[in-house]
């Protein structure tokens, strides 16, 4: 099996700071997908999720799993900002030698799980990080299965077209985006959600928006252990 990793994101219409961000990191015997969502759309909250971010890749890297991965950072961070900052935080870790994937959750929005037979929205309350004095992060563990599909989005997805004045998010479009696409298409899964919810802000996104997915492929049979990555990263050149 082939793990498939999809990002997209976008900051504000208007505002130079996205306050998602995102991380990958290798370890041990598998690999584990970070995505944290900074309330606001200010410098500040660009600063406090990669914050978030950065630290919870630390933990990871030291064998944290993810209930203590959340629970230390709400802790450095609700010390930090005072209790005046909040940021939701989830995290897919794929372990190679128990041949499952855990989630957690920590926020409003839930994740979403398509396999060959179930699928299933993880939404259970889950508190974000950082301004409550105690918090509740949601964890999960399921087998590894050819052809599963994970997505997480940050807020600004689950609401896009609230502002517009139009039709709004509906998780039914989402569903039908992951199960006409295969696990190995986890990239264009993820471009295809932020374009319907960007196209439901009519162009113009009201709030950052992220979409994160993880598709679990068969693979190649002449595989020979190479591992792939490409990225693709938007940069504003002033004109002069």
């Known amino acids: 099996m082939e793990i498939k990793i999809g990002i997209a994101s976008l900051a504000k219409n208007g505002v130079e700071y996205c306050g998602d961000s995102y991380s990958l990191v290798e370890r041990l015997g598998g690999m584990t997908l970070i995505l944290s ?11 406090t999720s990669r914050w978030v971010t950065q630290r919870a890749r630390t933990l990871v890297l030291q064998g944290k799993d993810n209930d203590a991965v959340a629970r230390a950072v709400h802790d450095e961070l609700y010390e930090m900002k005072d209790r ?3 940021c939701a935080l989830t995290i897919f870790g794929v372990d190679a030698e128990t041949e499952s994937v855990s989630i957690g959750r920590s926020g409003q929005t839930p994740v979403y799980v398509w396999t060959e037979e179930y699928e299933t929205a993880y939404d259970d ?4 990080l950082g301004m409550s004095r105690s918090v509740n992060p949601q964890t999960y563990e399921l087998p590894l299965a050819q052809g599963m599909i994970l997505v997480a989005v940050t807020e600004g997805v689950r609401t896009a077209g609230k502002k517009r004045g139009g039709a709004h998010f509906e998780e039914e479009r ?8 295969p ?11 932020l374009e319907y919810a960007l196209t439901l802000d009519q162009e113009q996104p009201a ?3 992220t979409v994160a997915v993880l598709g679990v492929s068969p693979g190649n049979a002449e595989n020979t252990g190479v591992s792939f990555l490409s990225a693709s990263y938007p940069i504003s050149v002033l004109e002069a």
Do not use: C, S, Y
Not at 174 to 181: D, Q, T, Y
Not at 183 to 193: G, P
């Open 37 to 47: 969502d900074g309330h606001g759309n200010t410098a500040a909250a660009q600063q």
């Open 84 to 86: 005046k900052v909040a």
């Open 125 to 128: 309350e889950a508190t974000a």
């Open 174 to 181: 989402l569903w039908e985006i992951i199960r006409g696409n």
């Open 183 to 193: 696990a190995e298409d986890a990239e264009f899964i993820a471009k295809n959600i």
């Open 207 to 209: 709030e950052d928006m």
